[in-house]
């Protein structure tokens, strides 16, 4: 009995059962949270030949006593603004966006900031050479990796943002090469889903999309135009990526967030 009462007591010195609680560490003011995902509105970016979001307002009515009424309608692609790519986007066996489970979509985030490196250039093809440093930072541990190549700034400017050129149309802005998407898929250990701050995991100017072939064949889901506008801790974060929950949805609408300690650490 004795023996049982000292156990316990050591135990409680050590564990106090209110630390242990999520609230208490979560909001206890040493976090930070980001909003990383655009508005929907009428200046969301879509892919060209993809229905854009149209907002309705459907009803607006004051009564009686000051009470109010209002409801609006949407209709829009799945891919467009700050979305998910399902695996079923690009590989016919793969899961749709309403079937991804949470254990995936709430993980730890690292980003990797290469906007300097990018320095605006539409052209610039993120390449292996670029990131060996970083080779299974993770310690094998589920991720998802957010790539920042210091787009969103151009967010409101369309023309910009996509590059697009005038005379044949085609899209000119950064994105992954496919080393990257193999290096991902094969050499670093449990990466659950890859984001960018531009319209697409390939390049503008690609017409095979490898990359999204490549992470989506490997049950990764991808997450596009990504609001990263501010800084964000490269480490220590835990991403929160939310879709719409669409049953056959090859994507879908995303709020993303990030919450990260404001005493950073330099490591996973
Ligand atoms: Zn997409």
């Known amino acids: ?11 409680s010195t050590y564990v106090h059962a209110d630390d242990c609680k999520l609230n208490n560490v979560l909001f206890n003011g040493n ?12 200046h969301t970016i879509y892919w060209p030949n993809v229905t854009a979001f149209d907002f309705t307002k459907k009803i607006g009515i004051s009564g009686e006593n000051n009470t109010w009424y209002a409801a609006n309608e949407f209709e829009a692609g799945e891919h467009g603004g700050t979305h998910m790519d399902a695996p079923y986007h690009f ?43 970083m080779l299974n930072n ?14 969103s700034q151009f967010y409101t400017d369309r023309k910009k943002y996509l590059g697009v050129n005038e005379r044949d149309g085609t899209l000119n802005f950064p994105g992954l090469s496919q080393e990257i ?27 095979v999309f490898p990359v999204h072939q490549q992470l989506m064949a490997a049950g990764l889901f991808g997450m596009e135009n990504v609001k990263l506008d501010t800084h964000v801790p490269e480490y220590g974060c835990t991403g929160i990526a939310l879709p719409m929950k669409i049953a056959k949805g090859t994507g879908g609408p995303l709020r993303l967030v990030a919450i990260c ?4 650490p330099t490591k996973f």
């Open 1 to 11: 009995m004795l023996f049982h009462v000292v156990l316990f007591g050591l135990f």
């Open 31 to 42: 976090y930070d949270f980001f909003d990383l995902a655009h508005e929907f509105d009428k």
């Open 91 to 133: 590989y016919k066996p793969g899961k749709f966006v309403g079937e991804l489970p949470l254990e995936s979509l709430i993980v730890p985030l690292i980003i990797v900031d290469i906007s300097s490196r990018v320095n605006g250039d539409p052209n610039f093809v993120l390449y292996k050479q670029h990131l060996d440093y």
């Open 138 to 151: 993770n310690d094998g541990k589920p991720c998802m990796i957010i790539f920042k190549f210091g787009w």
């Open 181 to 207: 998407a193999e290096w991902i898929t094969t050499s670093y250990k449990n990466v659950v889903g890859v984001g960018v701050d531009v319209a697409s995991l390939d390049p503008g100017s690609s017409t």
């Open 261 to 264: 300690p404001k005493q950073t």
